[in-house]
Structures are given as structure tokens and as C-alpha cells.
């Protein structure tokens, strides 16, 4: 068993857990990736308002493959030829007994997409973000448009939660300069209804945020364009903004084009409820990459790529040791996020038969705070794990 070897493609939340799971088993483990550290999304909302320095929302892989002691390699994922259990690398070709893909998700790209800017792109975007955002504060004043986009054919690709979090949090700094009043703030969805996934709670209460915060709303209306300083919808109206903070909706990584792996016609990798691929007994796709099966309102998340990623390395263990035990993943499937608003946040949660949501003034922040801190510590080994997180 220990010569077996395990290929993980991606560093981001799955990949990673999945290599600490499978090194607790003692199975000898290669992660790619093709950025030399693990990327914290979720706490990467605080950048652009300069309350957290860019390093502190990352942890170098170096670092993890010292405490965890799988091999690293950076490189960039080009194809993957699952029917000679191999990989082909930008610098090299890889073969493995057993693959797991975690490389995440592309987005879908409007046309004038590089006249906007995401929280959801690649991690340095962030920065750009904060320099805008700090520009904007210098002047005093401007007009500011944030907004999500739709993806018809997967509903679990789109990500407002995030949205919402900068949204919040700008509003939180704005009125600590009392200059929120010289803002106009504009909120843009496809969607009638915003944050309607979180379910009836979670949507009656942005309604009440937004009306007392008296932000703007552009709903219902297909985003068709951008350029320089304006949104252009299905109407051929249009939203003029100074700053414009837009995150796609995902669809599949482009990897998938050039490999023999199944996916779905949103671009996402097939797989069944122990997250193994179809038409494979090798290899497993994980994360945002993988075609979610579940009720309507289920989103791609981090915490699901945990499971995932925890599960994957287990069926993996088992079927080294021929046992025919399993662990699914679609029994986990929730909503669960605190939504952070520079000053307190709202916890949100999601099941099949319940929603509810907790407004958590001051402490939810403080608790979200403590979320990054735990991340980080305790897939550095120097906080104990809490079973499930
Ligand atoms: C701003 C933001 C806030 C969020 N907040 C929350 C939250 O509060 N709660 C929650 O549960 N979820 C949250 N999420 C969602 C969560 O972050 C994702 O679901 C999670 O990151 C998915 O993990 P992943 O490993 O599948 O993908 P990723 O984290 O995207 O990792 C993909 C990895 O693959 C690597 N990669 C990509 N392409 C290649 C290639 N060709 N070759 C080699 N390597 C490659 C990347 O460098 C990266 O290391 C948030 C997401 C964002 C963007």
C-alpha cells in the first residue's frame, strides 16, 4: 500500500485537505499547484478595505508540505490523460496510481469582463481592488457598483455571498469617514431577488440592510457588457460607476478541454456521491470543480470541499486495503456562511427542510476573525483540529 502513489492537482482548499488526509494514512502523496501558496477566500473580503495585509489570507505550500510531508511541485496543469494515468505539466509529465483534481473553477467572461473588478479571480485582484478603493476614499466621493452574474445551466456556480461581504464593508468604512453620504452605492444581478438561495430568512433580511442603508438595486436584468466605468444590461440600459466590483458566475476549468475526463455541459467534472469520477475507479475530482448534484439553492463552498476532500481521502484508504467501505458527500450538503459586514456579520444557514439566519453584531466578525486564525493554525498542526472543521 505505501508505494501507491496519490496525484493531487490544485492547492487551494480540497486539494490540500485531501493531501493532509491521505499523509494521516501514511500514503505517499505529490500536490501541484500552480501557485506556491493556499489561497484563504473566504477572509480575502478584507483586503480591499486594508484590515488585513495580502499575506495574512494566504499560507505558503512550502509551509504545509514541511508540517504534512507530501512532495510539492509548481507547476501548471495542461492536460490530464486519465486512460494512461498520467498528467501533462507545463515542465513535466506525471504518473500516479491514484488522481485527484482539485484545480477549482473558471469563470464565465462577458465581453469587456477587464473593465471590472472580482474578489473571486485570482488572488492579486484583491490588491487591485484595494488600490481603487483607497483612490476613491482620497476623492472623497463617486459612485460605486457591485454585483454577481447568473450561470443558466449551473445554479451552484454563482456566488453572491462575497458580493454582499464587500458591499458591507465598504458602507462599514465609508461611515467611519463620514463620507458615506457623498457615495452612491448600486447593487447588480441578473436575479429578481437577491440572496434568495440563503432561503426566506436570509432574503428578508438583505432586503431590510438594503433599505436602511439605502443602496440602489439593479435586479432582474441580464448583464450583457461592460466598458470603461459602465455595466450595460439586456435592455440596453445602463449603470455608470466609478468602481466596478463584479464576480462571475463559475463554470469548468479550461484543463477540461484538453483531457478525456467527463463533464457536464456547465463545464463541471461528473462524479457520484463518493466523489469519484465517472467511467473511472482512480480518480476523483473534488471542490469547485466538481458537478454538484443537490436541492436547487446548493452552492459550491468551501466547506464542502473539505468534506470532499476528507472523504476522497478515505475511499481512497479503503480502496487500498480492498474494503469496500465509502463516504459520500451528499449527505453534507448545507449552506453555511457568515456574512461578515466590517462591523458584525450574519450567520446563515441552509438545509433541506430549515433556514435560518442570526444577526451577530460585533461578534460575528470577531468569530469570522478567528475562523481565519484557526484556518491557518490548524492546517499548520499548531491548533488542534475541531472534528468536522
Ligand atoms: C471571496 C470568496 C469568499 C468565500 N467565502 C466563503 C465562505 O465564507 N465560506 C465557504 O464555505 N466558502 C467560501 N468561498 C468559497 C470557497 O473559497 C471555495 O468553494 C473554495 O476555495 C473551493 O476550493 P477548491 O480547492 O475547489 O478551489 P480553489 O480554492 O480555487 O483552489 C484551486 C487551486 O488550484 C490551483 N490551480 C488552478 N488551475 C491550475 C492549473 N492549471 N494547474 C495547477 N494548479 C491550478 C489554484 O492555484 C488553486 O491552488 C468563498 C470564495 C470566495 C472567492
Given at each position: 500500500m505505501k508505494n501507491q502513489h496519490v496525484l493531487i492537482l490544485g492547492g487551494g482548499f480540497a486539494g490540500v485537505e485531501s493531501a493532509i488526509y491521505l499523509r494521516k494514512q501514511g500514503i505517499q502523496v505529490t500536490l501541484v499547484s500552480d501557485r506556491d501558496y493556499l489561497f484563504i477566500y473566504p477572509i480575502s473580503i478584507w483586503i480591499p478595505v486594508s484590515k488585513i495585509p495580502f499575506e495574512k489570507a494566504t499560507i505558503p505550500l512550502k509551509e504545509l508540505q514541511k508540517v504534512h510531508g507530501f512532495n510539492l511541485v509548481i507547476d501548471r496543469v495542461k492536460s490530464i490523460d486519465s486512460a494512461n494515468n498520467s498528467v501533462i505539466l507545463e515542465n513535466q509529465k506525471i504518473n500516479y496510481d491514484y488522481l485527484i483534481v482539485a484545480i477549482g473553477a473558471n469563470k464565465i467572461k462577458l465581453p469587456g469582463i477587464e473593465n471590472t473588478m472580482s474578489i473571486c479571480g485570482a488572488p492579486d485582484q484583491s490588491l487591485v481592488m484595494k488600490d481603487r478603493f483607497d483612490a476613491l476614499l482620497k476623492k472623497g466621493s463617486g459612485k460605486i457598483a457591485i454585483g454577481y452574474g447568473g450561470n443558466p445551466k449551473d445554479k451552484s456556480g454563482v456566488r453572491g455571498g462575497p458580493a454582499f461581504e464587500i458591499l458591507f464593508n465598504?458602507?462599514?468604512?465609508?461611515?467611519?469617514?463620514?463620507?458615506?453620504?457623498?457615495?452612491?452605492?448600486?447593487?447588480?444581478?441578473?436575479?429578481?431577488?437577491?440572496?434568495?438561495?440563503?432561503?426566506?430568512?436570509?432574503?428578508?433580511?438583505?432586503?431590510?440592510?438594503?433599505?436602511k442603508e439605502k443602496i440602489n438595486k439593479r435586479t432582474g436584468k441580464k448583464i450583457i457588457e461592460f466598458s470603461e466605468n459602465k455595466i450595460i444590461f439586456e435592455d440596453k440600459s445602463t449603470l455608470e460607476s466609478d468602481y466596478i466590483m463584479y464576480i462571475p458566475a463559475s463554470t469548468g476549468h479550461a484543463?477540461?478541454?484538453?483531457?478525456?475526463?467527463?463533464?457536464?455541459?456547465?463545464?463541471?467534472?461528473?462524479?457520484?456521491?463518493?466523489?469519484?469520477?465517472?467511467?473511472?475507479?482512480?480518480?476523483?475530482?473534488?471542490?469547485?470543480?466538481?458537478?454538484?448534484?443537490?436541492?436547487?439553492?446548493?452552492a459550491k463552498q468551501g466547506h464542502i470541499a473539505e468534506v470532499m476532500a476528507r472523504n476522497t481521502a478515505y475511499n481512497i484508504g479503503q480502496q487500498l486495503k480492498n474494503s469496500n467501505k465509502r463516504k459520500g458527500y451528499k449527505d453534507h450538503l448545507n449552506i453555511l456562511c457568515v456574512m461578515d459586514t466590517g462591523n458584525g456579520a450574519a450567520f446563515t444557514y441552509r438545509k433541506a427542510d430549515k433556514d435560518f439566519i442570526i444577526p451577530l453584531p460585533k461578534v460575528g466578525h470577531w468569530l469570522k476573525q478567528g475562523w481565519g486564525y484557526y484556518y491557518r493554525n490548524s492546517k499548520l498542526n499548531k491548533f488542534p483540529r475541531i472534528p468536522g472543521m
Open positions: 465598504f458602507i462599514h468604512v465609508l461611515k467611519q469617514k463620514k463620507i458615506r453620504d457623498n457615495f452612491e452605492l448600486t447593487f447588480f444581478a441578473p436575479m429578481k431577488e437577491l440572496g434568495k438561495r440563503m432561503g426566506d430568512s436570509g432574503f428578508a433580511m438583505l432586503e431590510k440592510m438594503f433599505e484543463v477540461l478541454a484538453k483531457s478525456d475526463l467527463a463533464f457536464s455541459n456547465s463545464g463541471f467534472i461528473k462524479i457520484d456521491d463518493n466523489c469519484k469520477v465517472d467511467k473511472t475507479e482512480n480518480v476523483y475530482a473534488i471542490g469547485d470543480i466538481a458537478l454538484i448534484e443537490g436541492p436547487d439553492w446548493i
